[in-house]
């Protein structure tokens, strides 16, 4: 047996062969400066034999061609298809393949291009979800039974020994789930089949490193099929960007809440299509559907009410691509078919794009040399290049030197910290500090099945000086979640440096949502109510007047749930009364303590159709209530689960307790739903 390989000893001839090919081939590549709905299902199953192939273009080549189009390796084969595929906080790639062979990982080493088998896990991982803990151990949940029927198991790689440990399973089988990193350090796990096509998991879940235990959010159950694209949003929620149509927020805090968060401009869902973080709070979606669609669509989620809209599209239609996010804040878009049909080798994508965000415009670049559909992968390099592998039964990788790196020489980083905490100015040593144009965090890539669960975007402030950069890491980890980033250095001409990977502490973490009412602590911004939170409400169709506002008020009687409350859209986690001729009005009502005077509050309103909020009596908030704030009152427009950011008068506020109260308009008598969530965030001085 080869130490260095783990591979037979009588295999080492074919091995050198096949590293003196794939060091050639590198050394080329580098520069010389609920129900499921039909568009959800698939058949997963053992390969067949291939289907015939359109061939690719002849590669382009030249320095100056390679400036504006980028250059392609020669294509080098590998053991196995890189299904699976993971830049570890090493700088290696750890990569892991499909059906029978799900369990034999690999490390590619880019610097010494040498691939190293490493100790299975003792269980298929294919179809898991991933992504990365704040210790930089790789957390896999669920797994590959038989097609459509997943395993409850989880586990976690650790880099530094290149071995798995068990942790404690799941509620249940996943197959196809998503895993997310939490601002918490914790990681969510969503979706996933248990137990046949169309049997989703329901129950998402949180795991907490500090315990070792599974948190259940039990408010949140929903029945949503493979890999979601969910993305943790600047508020710390995780946002879900299709493959569906209806986007969603998920609060993760307590029992757990969904929000809708409103449609795609696409018509359709977007199944194999591609989301990414190219800035803050900012995603871009692009392709997927069958059949495929060239569309591709932005939103801010920092927006006071988050909404899609359109830009350019690609120049073709594509769907099993993969989108991957740059180190000047560009998305690169590789791989893909035009052709309708779950996986159409007939109609092959074989040029890459890439998207500007500053233009929202696209450029044509290089073609690759093998079709990359379904089972590619794409993750970006310490070196700023991209690693393209995989396909089904596809061993043949290639890597791709963006543009820039043809545009003169490179940006060098001397020095860096290999920690810093959210909101620390730190130092980059650097002899080219004053061509410094951009100074970005990526964090490191875990991608499968066309979405990249781990990479987000994140772009520092900075300000040179005589032989380094004062960069400002992050100011909380809802902006970059706890674990590890390649650090780059962008120049004047675009040009990226060779990354630094730097580790990105927890900072201080919001508080655990507590029985109410609970005192936010004073001198910071605390939590006063979750989305998931409960509230009393009355949904009967009676006019209480105006005697609901009051501290006094009795609402006993009232029943309670948490939020998301309402009827009509699927999410919610308390279901209202929904009368033949719709009520005009709901009211809620909730007590909050404060243990001092306010100093700031921020509120934001989940509502569909109107809205007004209280303050112990106070009104603070109004929307589409131009009607008037009479309960046989209608909104006087229509709003599709609007949510609401503003920061509201303090006055109203008392130190010990307060009534938060809400009226909650239908547009009309056939409204066909009606939504309400809320978050408050409240600081107070130091008594």
């Not at 943790?232 to 757990?256: E, I, N, Q, Y």
Request: aromatic content about 8%; overall charge neutral.
């Amino acid at each position: 047996m080869n130490t260095t390989t783990g591979m037979p000893s009588g295999r080492l001839a074919g091995r050198a062969l096949f590293q003196l090919l794939l060091a050639a081939a590198v050394g080329l590549a580098l520069p010389r400066c609920t129900a499921v709905p039909p568009e959800w299902e698939l058949q997963e199953s053992p390969p067949e034999p291939a289907q015939p192939e359109r061939s690719a273009p002849e590669p382009q080549a030249g320095h100056l061609v390679a400036a504006t189009s980028g250059q392609w390796s020669p294509v080098v084969p590998w053991p196995q298809s890189a299904v699976h595929t993971h830049l570890l906080p090493t700088g290696k790639v750890l990569f892991t393949s499909e059906f029978a062979v799900g369990d034999e990982p690999r490390i590619w080493d880019p610097s010494t291009n040498l691939i190293t088998a490493v100790p299975g896990v003792d269980y298929n991982p294919f179809c898991a979800g991933h992504a990365f803990l704040a210790d930089g151990k790789l957390l896999v949940a669920g797994g590959h039974a038989t097609s459509h029927v997943g395993l409850s198991y989880a586990s976690t790689f650790d880099p530094a020994t290149s071995t798995w440990a068990r942790i404690p399973p799941m509620n249940g089988p996943r197959w196809y789930p998503t895993m997310t990193a939490l601002p918490t350090g914790e990681a969510l796990v969503l979706a996933g089949e248990t137990s046949g096509a169309g049997n989703n998991n329901p129950l998402p879940q949180v795991w907490q490193p500090a315990t070792k235990t599974w948190r259940d959010l039990v408010a949140a159950q929903m029945s949503i099929p493979y890999y979601p694209r969910t993305i943790v949003s600047p508020d710390g929620r995780v946002f879900m960007a299709g493959p569906a149509r209806l986007t969603r927020f998920l609060d993760t805090t307590g029992k757990g809440a969904w929000m809708s968060a409103g449609n795609m401009v696409n018509g359709s869902s977007r199944t194999y299509g591609s989301a990414v973080l190219y800035d803050e709070g900012k995603i871009l979606i692009v392709g997927g559907g069958d059949p495929p669609t060239a569309a591709a669509e932005v939103i801010d989620l920092k927006a006071p009410s988050p909404r899609w809209r359109s830009v350019a599209p690609m120049s073709v239609a594509r769907r099993q691509l993969n989108a991957t996010v740059l180190p000047d804040g560009k998305v690169l878009v590789t791989g893909g078919s035009s052709g309708s049909g779950f996986d159409n080798h007939a109609t092959p994508v074989f040029q890459a794009e890439m998207w500007d965000p500053a233009t929202e415009t696209w450029t044509t670049l290089a073609s690759a040399s093998v079709y990359r559909g379904y089972h590619s992968t794409a993750l970006l390099l310490p070196d700023a290049r991209v690693l393209i592998a995989g396909g089904r039964g596809e061993v043949r990788q290639q890597i791709f030197s963006p543009p820039y790196l043809f545009r003169g020489p490179r940006p060098a980083i001397a020095a860096a910290p290999a920690h810093v905490d959210p909101g620390q100015t730190f130092l980059v040593g650097t002899p080219d500090a004053a061509d410094v144009a951009q100074v970005t965090f990526i964090r490191l890539g875990s991608v499968t099945h066309s979405f990249n669960q781990n990479q987000r975007f994140v772009r520092l402030a900075f300000s040179p000086a005589s032989g380094e950069v004062n960069a400002i890491a992050p100011a909380n980890n809802a902006l970059a979640p706890p674990g590890h980033y390649l650090l780059f250095l962008v120049n004047r001409s675009g040009v990226p440096s060779v990354a630094r990977i730097v580790h990105l502490g927890l900072g201080t973490a919001p508080p655990a949502p507590g029985p109410d009412p609970t005192p936010p602590p004073p001198g910071v911004p605390a939590r006063a109510i979750a989305f998931g939170d409960v509230w009393k409400y009355d949904d009967r169709g009676v006019d209480n007047g105006t005697a609901w506002l009051a501290a006094g008020f009795n609402d006993s009687a009232w029943k309670q749930g948490p939020g998301q409350l309402g009827y009509g859209d699927g999410d919610e986690s308390t279901v209202l009364f929904k009368a033949t001729t719709r009520q005009p009005s709901v009211y809620f009502r909730k007590k909050i303590a404060v243990n001092a005077k306010v100093t700031a509050a921020n509120l934001q309103v989940l509502y569909d159709d109107g809205a007004a909020v209280w303050i112990n009596g106070t009104l603070v908030f109004s929307k589409n209530m131009g009607r008037g704030l009479e309960f046989a009152r209608y909104a006087s427009a229509s709003a599709e689960n609007e949510l609401t950011r503003l920061d509201i008068p303090v006055a109203p506020f008392v130190a010990g307790e307060n009534i938060v109260a809400v009226m909650v308009k239908q547009v009309g008598p056939t409204s066909p739903d009606l939504s309400f969530a809320l978050q408050l965030d409240v600081t107070t001085a130091a008594r």
